[in-house]
């Protein structure tokens, strides 16, 4: 569930409550290792004074990351990300937006395409020759991280398992990652939910949008949302809570659809209410007591990193919390705020380096924990820890269905 | 000691629009010029004005010859002055407070005085401005623009200059020098310095705009301008990119303009008797916040950035009766002959008029002075460009986000809310040898952004100091007035948002700075 968002005007007058303290720059992570971001406060308060109309002023906005650490910690509430977001969606509409970003925007596609020639493909995306091509033809960073193809994708499993009847419903939103390229995990997810009694309910649904909004391919991306608005509340699920399990996805309709394209879809503001991240909503059960605790031992050192798009939805670490129920289970807090992949970001061949830089710290702590897996709840930042550190890097959710049994 | 002396064809009295379009015009007429002003130029009535280059829409119903001059100087300073203008363009809706039926005469005065007009859908009015009012019934765009005073009087001094004139900000004119019938110049004061000095003039403009009863009392003649007080608020952003009017009877608080990076509502207009002292008071402040809500809804809630008030040099053309409500007195302006009026010779005075007008005020009192210098030199204005206008580009809001964008990253920036970097600053200092801290304000827009001179304040008093312009006292003081200044515009409106900025100014300025108690 958000925090109420804001009409799109209000997103652009809240800059009238800066008060140019500054702990937005100071806690902006992009800034802090390159020249070429001049800081959050920089390009978004203070520069959208200076926006108005058809013509674009922007460059270097196209450096924000949009990890959306600098709304998190304003303590006046502007919303600075969301205003860099669309000024940086303006840039792109006037300055064209290259042919790399419109594929990096539809991960559905390229899934899609992958998976019937998975291992062709997935040959091809390991292999440095045509990484460098892809470098220098299309411009995604030869060691970026890009995630595989699955053979198989999750609807179809999900299409040819028997079903599970429950009075209580939930409806699943498991993104394209956990459709395309993790199938693993969204089976894993539904069992965890029926191990605690709930049926779960997997209409057809596509991509949200959301890398296509990061691309600054508004039009798009808001044809996309509502698609998905009206996917998920097909009839029989009115009312049921909508469960994410894609952290970055479920803020999309909880709050980043509405603030930052300015959606005015009714399906999407009513389905935006009920929108619960996974582990937001197996706390809100633990804490009525009515999630099941039957958990057995898991002897591992795991490292968790909340991602910036969970923490973004502002409740807490409630991965964490649950976790730290597992008995045996030695969980480590990395305090850093942000891997540096960002979605997208981070694939890009100018921007891959700053996303290094950025994930330094993280890397180097999780190096010096030395954990037999990483948990964080984002697949974009799993696949960047994951290639940076040459550790394991899993959803929460994994190690919480190996607490309940499962292998 | 001896006193300095002036000799020089024209002196014109007051720097502010009219006084520096007397100067542009005399200077391509050929004359030496010389201009003086009490202040820094532009700090009369023409530094706090509303900032529109009207249509002349405002005055179609009611001074539809005013309308006809603002009409046809709009076209005129859009090709002249094109970068102290940004083409907003404007509209006229018709609120739900407002008389329906003037809409058909406003289009008809219009028509009349050849102001182009197109209605356009409700819809579209919308849709051009998000914010507007959905309740409008109608809406109307005309070429109304935003244009920069400080660009506009700058830009035809510096032509001016180049061509000879001198110009000298911070000089009062003391007292006027004469003969037994006519003017021969004047004693003016260096406000800064304190010496004297005298102008031997062939002929005196007296451009002091509401203050120009004064100045022509200073040679036994008498000068019925009205001072009319109007006050105006900057809001913090532009919450219309379009100047929006309400279609109505001139009023109060019926019009918003963004200028630069504000949107400014106003104004009032009531008959003041001294225009030094025109303090906005509550209840205005109060009522233009309200009024505000009629063309944009929540604008109350927005946040107020500075609330200043101007004195409009109000010339009844039908003298001898008493002026009561100053909304009636025309727009349009006069050239007085002191010769023809008073016996006192080579002395005129320009007075009402608009911001709008200033040219055309310029060469009406130019082609009388000319007469009296014998000079058979044309006025040109119409079709030189002011300098920095000659590609006829107009200035757009973003020009300097752009401009910092492909600026050095090792330019910090000095004033983060009107990004002015160090390598602005430098420029500036380099420019001119005896810049004030305020004067700053002016020419660069420091301290004019929503933390009003929190930010930037020290720093420019600072480079100020390390440059030599200041001793360790004289940035002390400086300092200490400039931030005393900001607080007189803020203080009235010191709620919300604002409030919590001045809070922090403060706590830098006193717990931080201890601005004062420096020694000074
Ligand atoms: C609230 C308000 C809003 C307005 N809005 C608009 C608008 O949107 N559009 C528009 O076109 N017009 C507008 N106007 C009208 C316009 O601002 C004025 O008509 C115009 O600026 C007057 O310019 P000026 O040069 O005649 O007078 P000023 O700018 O007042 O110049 C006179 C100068 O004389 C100087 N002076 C006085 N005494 C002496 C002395 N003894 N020695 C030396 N110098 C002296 C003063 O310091 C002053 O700088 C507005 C006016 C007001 C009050």
Same mark, same amino acid.
């Given at each position: 569930?958000?925090?109420?968002? @804001?009409?799109?005007?209000?997103?652009? !007058?809240?800059?009238?409550?800066?008060?140019?303290?500054?702990?937005?720059?100071?806690?902006?992570?992009?800034?802090?290792?390159?020249?070429?971001?001049?800081?959050?406060?920089?390009?978004?308060?203070?520069?959208?004074?200076?926006?108005?109309?058809?013509?674009?002023?922007?460059?270097?906005?196209?450096?924000?990351?949009?990890?959306?650490?600098?709304?998190?910690?304003?303590?006046?509430?502007?919303?600075?990300?969301?205003?860099? !977001?669309?000024?940086?969606?303006?840039?792109?509409?006037? =300055?064209?937006?290259?042919?790399?970003? *419109?594929?990096?925007?539809?991960?559905?596609?390229?899934?899609?395409?992958?998976?019937?020639?998975?291992?062709?493909?997935?040959?091809?995306?390991?292999?440095?020759?045509?990484?460098?091509?892809?470098?220098?033809?299309?411009?995604? %960073?030869?060691?970026?991280?890009?995630?595989?193809?699955? !053979?198989?994708?999750?609807?179809?499993?999900?299409? =040819?398992?028997?079903?599970?009847?429950?009075?209580?419903?939930?409806?699943?939103? %498991?993104?394209?990652?956990? *459709?395309?390229?993790?199938?693993?995990?969204?089976?894993?997810?539904?069992?965890?939910?029926? %191990?605690?009694?709930?049926?779960? @309910?997997?209409?057809?649904?596509?991509?949200?949008?959301?890398?296509?909004? !990061?691309?600054?391919?508004?039009?798009?991306?808001?044809?996309?949302?509502?698609? @998905?608005?009206?996917?998920?509340?097909?009839?029989?699920?009115?009312?049921?809570?909508?469960?994410?399990?894609?952290?970055?996805?479920?803020?999309?309709?909880?709050?980043?659809?509405?603030?930052?394209?300015?959606?005015?879809?009714?399906?999407?503001?009513?389905?935006?209410? =009920?929108?619960?991240?996974?582990?937001?909503?197996?706390?809100?059960?633990?804490?009525?007591?009515?999630?099941?605790?039957?958990?057995?031992?898991?002897?591992?050192? &795991?490292?968790?990193?909340?991602?910036?798009?969970? *923490?973004?939805?502002?409740?807490?670490?409630?991965?964490?919390?649950?976790?730290? @129920?597992?008995?045996?289970?030695?969980? &480590?807090?990395?305090?850093?705020?942000?891997?540096?992949?960002?979605?997208?970001?981070?694939?890009?061949?100018?921007?891959?380096?700053?996303?290094?830089? &950025?994930?330094?710290?993280?890397?180097?702590?999780?190096?010096?924990?030395?954990?037999?897996? &990483?948990?964080?709840?984002?697949?974009?930042?799993?696949?960047?820890?994951?290639?940076?550190?040459?550790?394991?890097?899993? %959803?929460?959710?994994?190690?919480?269905?190996?607490?309940?049994?499962?292998? | 000691?001896?006193?300095?002396?002036?000799?020089?064809?024209?002196?014109?009295?007051?720097?502010?629009?009219?006084?520096?379009?007397?100067?542009?015009?005399?200077?391509?007429?050929?004359?030496?010029?010389?201009?003086?002003?009490?202040?820094?130029?532009?700090?009369?009535?023409?530094?706090?004005?509303?900032?529109?280059?009207?249509?002349?829409?405002?005055?179609?119903?009611?001074?539809?010859?005013?309308?006809?001059?603002?009409?046809?100087?709009?076209?005129?300073?859009?090709?002249?002055?094109?970068?102290?203008?940004?083409?907003?363009?404007?509209?006229?809706?018709?609120?739900?407070?407002?008389?329906?039926?003037?809409?058909?005469?406003?289009?008809?005065?219009?028509?009349?005085?050849?102001?182009?007009?197109?209605?356009?859908?409700?819809?579209?009015?919308?849709?051009?401005?998000?914010?507007?009012?959905?309740?409008?019934?109608?809406?109307?765009?005309?070429?109304?623009?935003?244009?920069?005073?400080?660009?506009?009087?700058?830009?035809?001094?510096?032509?001016?200059?180049? #061509?000879?004139?001198?110009?000298?900000?911070?000089? $009062?004119?003391?007292?006027?020098?004469?003969?037994?019938?006519?003017?021969?110049?004047?004693?003016?004061?260096?406000?800064?310095?304190?010496?004297?000095?005298?102008?031997?003039?062939?002929?005196?403009?007296?451009?002091?705009?509401?203050?120009?009863?004064?100045?022509?009392?200073?040679?036994?003649? +008498?000068?019925?301008?009205?001072?009319?007080?109007?006050?105006?608020?900057?809001?913090?952003?532009?919450?219309?990119?379009?100047?929006?009017?309400?279609?109505?009877?001139?009023?109060?608080?019926?019009?918003?303009?963004?200028?630069?990076?504000?949107?400014?509502?106003?104004?009032?207009?009531?008959?003041?008797?001294?225009?030094?002292?025109?303090?906005?008071?509550?209840?205005?402040?109060?009522?233009?916040? /309200?009024?505000?809500?009629?063309?944009?809804?929540?604008?109350?809630?927005?946040?107020?950035?500075?609330?200043?008030?101007?004195? #409009?040099?109000?010339?009844?053309?039908?003298?001898?009766?008493?002026?009561?409500?100053?909304? /009636?007195?025309?727009?349009?302006?006069?050239?007085?002959?002191?010769?023809?009026?008073?016996?006192?010779?080579?002395?005129?005075?320009?007075?009402?008029?608009?911001?709008?007008?200033?040219?055309?005020?310029?060469?009406?009192?130019?082609?009388?002075?000319?007469?009296?210098?014998?000079?058979?030199?044309?006025?040109?204005?119409?079709?030189?460009?002011?300098?920095?206008?000659?590609?006829?580009?107009?200035?757009?809001?973003?020009?300097? $986000? +752009?401009?910092?964008?492909?600026?050095?990253?090792?330019?910090?920036?000095?004033?983060?809310?009107?990004?002015?970097?160090?390598?602005?600053?430098?420029?500036?200092?380099?420019?001119?040898?005896?810049? $004030?801290?305020?004067?700053?304000?002016?020419?660069?827009?420091?301290?004019?952004?929503?933390?009003?001179?929190?930010?930037?304040?020290?720093?420019?008093?600072?480079?100020?100091?390390?440059?030599?312009?200041?001793?360790?006292?004289?940035?002390?003081?400086?300092?200490?007035?400039?931030?005393?200044?900001?607080?007189?515009?803020?203080?009235?409106?010191?709620?919300?948002?604002?409030?919590?900025?001045?809070?922090?100014? $403060?706590?830098?300025?006193?717990?931080?700075?201890?601005?004062?108690?420096?020694?000074?």
């Amino acid at each position: 569930m958000s925090t109420e968002a @804001l009409a799109p005007f209000e997103v652009r !007058s809240s800059l009238d409550h800066c008060i140019k303290c500054t702990v937005c720059e100071s806690s902006c992570p992009v800034a802090a290792v390159t020249p070429l971001f001049p800081g959050p406060k920089t390009v978004g308060p203070q520069a959208e004074r200076f926006r108005a109309g058809d013509h674009s002023p922007d460059l270097s906005v196209d450096y924000c990351s949009g990890c959306g650490i600098c709304t998190r910690v304003c303590p006046q509430g502007v919303r600075i990300a969301e205003i860099n !977001s669309r000024a940086r969606a303006e840039m792109k509409v006037e =300055r064209g937006i290259p042919m790399r970003d *419109q594929i990096l925007a539809r991960p559905g596609y390229m899934g899609k395409a992958g998976r019937p020639v998975a291992p062709l493909f997935n040959w091809a995306l390991a292999n440095p020759v045509v990484r460098l091509l892809g470098e220098r033809i299309v411009g995604v %960073h030869r060691k970026a991280p890009v995630p595989l193809a699955a !053979s198989r994708s999750f609807s179809y499993w999900a299409g =040819r398992r028997r079903r599970f009847l429950a009075p209580r419903r939930v409806v699943y939103f %498991h993104g394209c990652s956990t *459709q395309h390229f993790e199938p693993e995990v969204g089976k894993k997810v539904v069992a965890v939910l029926e %191990h605690n009694g709930f049926q779960v @309910l997997i209409p057809k649904q596509d991509c949200c949008g959301l890398p296509l909004q !990061s691309n600054g391919i508004f039009g798009a991306a808001r044809r996309y949302v509502e698609r @998905l608005a009206t996917q998920l509340s097909v009839p029989g699920t009115e009312g049921l809570p909508v469960i994410a399990s894609s952290t970055s996805c479920g803020l999309m309709l909880k709050k980043e659809a509405l603030e930052i394209l300015g959606v005015e879809d009714g399906h999407l503001a009513e389905i935006s209410k =009920r929108t619960y991240d996974l582990f937001e909503f197996l706390l809100e059960l633990h804490e009525r007591g009515e999630l099941r605790t039957d958990f057995q031992p898991v002897p591992l050192t &795991v490292a968790y990193h909340a991602p910036c798009q969970q *923490q973004n939805q502002l409740i807490g670490k409630p991965a964490l919390d649950l976790l730290r @129920l597992v008995p045996a289970l030695r969980l &480590v807090e990395m305090d850093r705020l942000c891997c540096g992949i960002a979605g997208t970001y981070g694939t890009k061949r100018e921007k891959y380096d700053i996303a290094m830089r &950025v994930g330094e710290p993280l890397f180097a702590d999780i190096k010096t924990a030395s954990p037999d897996l &990483v948990a964080c709840d984002s697949e974009t930042c799993r696949w960047q820890i994951a290639k940076a550190t040459g550790v394991t890097a899993v %959803h929460p959710l994994e190690v919480l269905y190996r607490a309940y049994g499962g292998s | 000691m001896a006193l300095s002396q002036i000799e020089t064809d024209l002196l014109v009295i007051g720097g502010g629009s009219t006084g520096a379009g007397v100067a542009w015009d005399a200077a391509l007429r050929g004359l030496h010029v010389t201009l003086v002003d009490r202040g820094d130029l532009a700090t009369g009535t023409t530094g706090r004005f509303h900032g529109l280059l009207h249509s002349g829409g405002r005055y179609v119903v009611k001074d539809p010859s005013s309308a006809r001059e603002c009409a046809s100087e709009n076209l005129i300073l859009r090709r002249v002055a094109a970068d102290c203008i940004e083409d907003t363009g404007g509209l006229f809706v018709t609120t739900p407070v407002d008389d329906p039926a003037y809409a058909d005469r406003f289009v008809e005065g219009c028509g009349a005085a050849d102001i182009p007009v197109e209605e356009i859908t409700v819809g579209a009015a919308l849709a051009r401005e998000p914010r507007l009012n959905p309740r409008i019934s109608r809406a109307f765009v005309v070429p109304d623009a935003s244009i920069d005073a400080w660009k506009t009087v700058w830009a035809c001094v510096r032509g001016a200059t180049a #061509r000879g004139a001198k110009v000298l900000p911070y000089h $009062q004119v003391m007292s006027l020098t004469m003969t037994a019938d006519a003017v021969t110049g004047a004693y003016l004061r260096d406000a800064r310095s304190g010496e004297q000095l005298r102008v031997r003039a062939r002929c005196t403009v007296n451009a002091a705009g509401a203050w120009s009863r004064r100045v022509a009392e200073l040679a036994g003649c +008498e000068v019925g301008v009205v001072p009319g007080k109007g006050i105006m608020i900057a809001m913090n952003h532009r919450v219309v990119n379009t100047v929006v009017n309400r279609c109505t009877m001139p009023g109060d608080g019926d019009i918003i303009v963004p200028i630069r990076t504000v949107s400014v509502i106003g104004t009032t207009d009531i008959p003041v008797s001294d225009p030094d002292h025109i303090d906005p008071t509550r209840e205005e402040i109060a009522e233009m916040m /309200e009024a505000g809500e009629a063309l944009v809804p929540g604008f109350s809630q927005g946040r107020a950035l500075r609330v200043w008030a101007g004195a #409009r040099p109000l010339f009844p053309k039908t003298t001898g009766k008493q002026v009561s409500d100053t909304r /009636e007195v025309t727009r349009s302006h006069s050239v007085l002959d002191h010769e023809a009026l008073d016996g006192v010779g080579n002395f005129l005075t320009i007075t009402g008029g608009k911001f709008t007008t200033f040219r055309l005020m310029a060469k009406d009192a130019l082609d009388l002075a000319a007469r009296k210098l014998d000079l058979s030199a044309e006025c040109t204005t119409a079709t030189v460009p002011l300098p920095d206008s000659e590609s006829k580009r107009f200035y757009w809001i973003g020009a300097r $986000q +752009e401009e910092m964008e492909h600026e050095a990253p090792d330019d910090p920036l000095i004033c983060e809310c009107e990004l002015v970097s160090r390598g602005d600053l430098q420029a500036a200092l380099a420019r001119r040898s005896d810049w $004030q801290l305020d004067d700053l304000r002016r020419a660069l827009r420091i301290g004019m952004g929503p933390c009003q001179g929190g930010f930037c304040a020290f720093r420019v008093a600072a480079t100020l100091h390390r440059d030599g312009q200041y001793d360790r006292l004289a940035a002390n003081h400086a300092l200490g007035a400039f931030v005393e200044e900001r607080w007189k515009g803020v203080k009235l409106i010191s709620w919300g948002d604002q409030l919590r900025q001045t809070r922090l100014d $403060q706590w830098i300025f006193q717990g931080i700075l201890d601005v004062e108690h420096l020694p000074k």
